[in-house]
Structures are given as C-alpha cells and as structure tokens.
C-alpha cells in the first residue's frame, strides 16, 4: 500500500489522465460556447440535475468558486463525477449542439475545472473554510457503508443540522470511488478528498463493519435512523475447475490492488473473462501495467457486449484483443500456478426474460488458450447477507426494495440507496440516491 491518500508515482505515470484537465483559457472558450439554454436537456440527464448551464456561465464569467459551489450544491461529489462520469451517455450526450452536428460542450472537463479550482484554493487555504453546521436535531442518522451513496446522504443531513456517523469495513472510505475506478479516471487521493470535506463538514467516520463489529440491533438502538449504502457483494464466480490457482484474481481484486500496491505484478499474457465496463477496465490497466498481450474473451458477441461502446474503442487502442463468443470451462494449472484457460465456443440461442440472447456451448469446440494471468470479471454478486435476519426490509432480485421518491425501505426505520437498490450504476447514480433519502429523512424529523 503507498502512503494513503497520496497517488502511487508508478499510477501517475502508467495512467496518465484520459481526458486532460482545461487550462483556465481553454475552460473560458469551451465555457462561452454553452447556449445557455432554457429547460437545459443537460440538466435533466444528469441524475443529481446539476445546473449545468448555471455552472458554466459562472466559469465564462470567470466567477470559478461560484461555479463550484452551484456543482457542489447539486452533487457533493462534484470532483469524482466529472472525472468518472460516463458524460456521453448523460449530459453530453444529451446536449443541444448534437442537433445542429456540433461537438457537445464538454460539461464533464468544466465540471473538473470548476472541482480542481475549489479544491486547490480550499487546500492552500484561500477558499471560505468548511466548518460544521450547528447541530439542530437529536435525531441521530448511521450510514452503512462509506460509498457514494453514504456520503451524499451524510453529507446533506449533516449540512441540515443532524448528527450522522458512516460505518465502512474498509480501511480507506469512499467505497468503490476510492478502490474500484479506473485509475486514468479517478485516483483514490482525489475520491479522499471529497471524503475529508465530508469529514469537515462534521460527518464522523468509522472503520468498522456493520454486521461483525457493530450490529444492527446496536445501531437501532443509537440511531433513529439507519440508511444503507453498502453496495455490491465479491465479484461472482466463474464456477469452473481450477480457479482458485494462484495467478487468477478477480477484477476487483486486481483494480484495488494495482491502485494502492506499489509493486503489483501484472502477467505477461493476461486473459480477462467478461464483456461489461470492469472487464475493460481491467484489461486497460493491465496493458498499461505491462502485460505484452491481453486477451478478452466474452460469451456472446460484439453487438450484446454490455460495455459503453466508447469504454469498448479505448481498449482496442490500448491494443487488447477481444474474442467473441467463447466460454471458459476450465483453467489449465502447471507448476502450481495458472498456464492457460480452456475455452468451448458458443453460438446465441433464443432470448432469455432480460431480452439477451444466450450463449450455448457447442460441444467438441474446445481450445486452449496458454496465459500466465486470468482476470475474471463477471460482475458483482448482489449482497443482503446483512439483511437475511429479516428486519422487514423487502427484498427484490437481490436489491433492496425502496419508494422511489424517498428512499425509504418497507421498514419505515431504514432507507437505502446506490448499488445495494439499483443492482450497480453509476457514482452518480448513488449520489442522487443518497441525497434523495436524506431529504425525505430531514423531512420525517420536521413532522
Ligand atoms: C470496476 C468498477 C469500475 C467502475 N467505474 C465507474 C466509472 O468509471 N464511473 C462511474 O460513475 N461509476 C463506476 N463504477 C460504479 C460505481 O463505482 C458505483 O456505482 C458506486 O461506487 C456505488 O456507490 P455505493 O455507495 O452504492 O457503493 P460502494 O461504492 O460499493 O460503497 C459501499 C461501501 O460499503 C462498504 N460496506 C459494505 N458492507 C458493509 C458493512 N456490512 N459494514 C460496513 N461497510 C460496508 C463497502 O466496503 C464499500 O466501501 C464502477 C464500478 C466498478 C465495480
Ligand atoms: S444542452 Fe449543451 S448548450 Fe445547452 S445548456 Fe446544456 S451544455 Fe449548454
């Protein structure tokens, strides 16, 4: 592990920024291009509706912190989401210039050029210090988990006046923002940031996990109300022979580790099992951490990858070569470790309920595929351990059963939000969450 909250040296120069931030010239003429229009579709495709054309006519007037403080207003992770959010399938692609055959305005770079401003002057001390609201309720409020979603939520009620807690079993907090992005996107010092302005805020922080170290009963009995933001479960299995050898990790495993060990071996031929956002992440990060070839194998075919198609056209300039309709059965072992994957071809069959055509194996098409590192990433398992005791919190699919307009589970005492509800988005997705239920606990405690 490097020193926390410091970027590892090795990450600066593997992984240098994807989309470089604006110089403050740049940012003025990208910023004077913005129609500023009326019902801005901008704003209406961002999940926490942040006023786009608000925030970027403070940058062309050269009022930056005024155009913080609107982000941050609407989004309290202001600095993570514009680095990491998926922009073209959101706000930019929902931007007015599109209809008139023009570049989008790059609302995601001005978004990180308002955030970079604020928190270089908050850190050189020239911004207005953060400081505790004073507390105003008895009422106290535990957030299960230190993600997204628990951050929004404790960082709106504690800015209304109520004493809020995070409880999160990782050493660092800031959940999957600190540990799981894509480290040219986000790196875990600049999610720590957002964390200590929570901190600053007056939201306290605990390192401890919710079920082990404190249970639920115990925080009933403290708090009046709990909100859960405790994401997804392990990566799933890939439920196959041989793939607890050394030199198969999941992709989880593999994003945390390169972004917080300083001297984490990647292989030399590297196979990734898997066709969504975390696959092509892992696969980026092991060509850029040295792997001479890495090779992505999915099930199904191009067209029913669920990866972002611009996530997709980046690891084909990052020189990883992707394999259609393939399956792993087994992984080879020789000399104790991993040496290859055996693999049978698929062909689609009929749609299942979700719409997507399976893949079936075609028997007697196996082949072996010789690697020294398997990286599979077949997503999330969904994750209510926690919850199997039953407190009456309804459970659907997995997810925690919420009302959408406020957050609130069917136990009237729990309101929950992020992955653990909507199966795994996006940060700001999470976000939105958060603050929703925050609002509707404020508004329970103001009768
Ligand atoms: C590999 C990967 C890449 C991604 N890339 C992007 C991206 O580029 N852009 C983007 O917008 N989104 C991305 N996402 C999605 C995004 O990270 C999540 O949607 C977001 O972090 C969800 O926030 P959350 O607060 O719901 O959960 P999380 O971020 O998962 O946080 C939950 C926290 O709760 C803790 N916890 C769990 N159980 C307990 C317990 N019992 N007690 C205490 N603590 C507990 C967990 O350890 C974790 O710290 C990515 C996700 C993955 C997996
Ligand atoms: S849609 Fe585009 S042009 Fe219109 S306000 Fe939003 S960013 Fe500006």
Known sequence: MGEPGLPLSKNLELFPDLHPALDPRSAVTEANRCLNCFDAPCMSACPTHIDVPGFIKRIASGNVQGSARVILQANVLGMSCSRACPVDVLCEGACVMHTYNKKPIEIGRLQRFAMEDYYARAEAGGAAKIRPAPLAHAEKIACVGGGPASLACAAELRQRGFPVSVFDNRPLPGGLATYGIAEYKLRPSDSLREVEMVRAMGVEFHCADVGSDVSLDELERTFSVVFLGMGLGAMQRMGIPGEDVPGVIDALHFIERYKTEKDFP?????????????????????????????????????????????????????GVVFHWLVQPVAIIEGKGRVAGVKFVQTRLGPADESGRRNAEPVHGSDSNFMCDMVIPALGQTKFVDLLKSSRSIEISGGSITIDRATGRTSNPRYYAGGDCVNGGREIVDAVADGKRAALAIAAQFKG
């Open 266 to 318: 990647v292989g030399r031929c590297v196979a990734v099992i898997g066709g969504g956002n975390t696959a092509i992440d892992a696969a980026n990060a092991a060509r850029r951490l040295g792997a001479a070839e890495v090779h992505l194998f999915y099930r199904r075919s191009e067209h029913e990858m669920p990866a972002f198609a611009n996530e997709y056209e980046h690891a084909r300039t990052e």
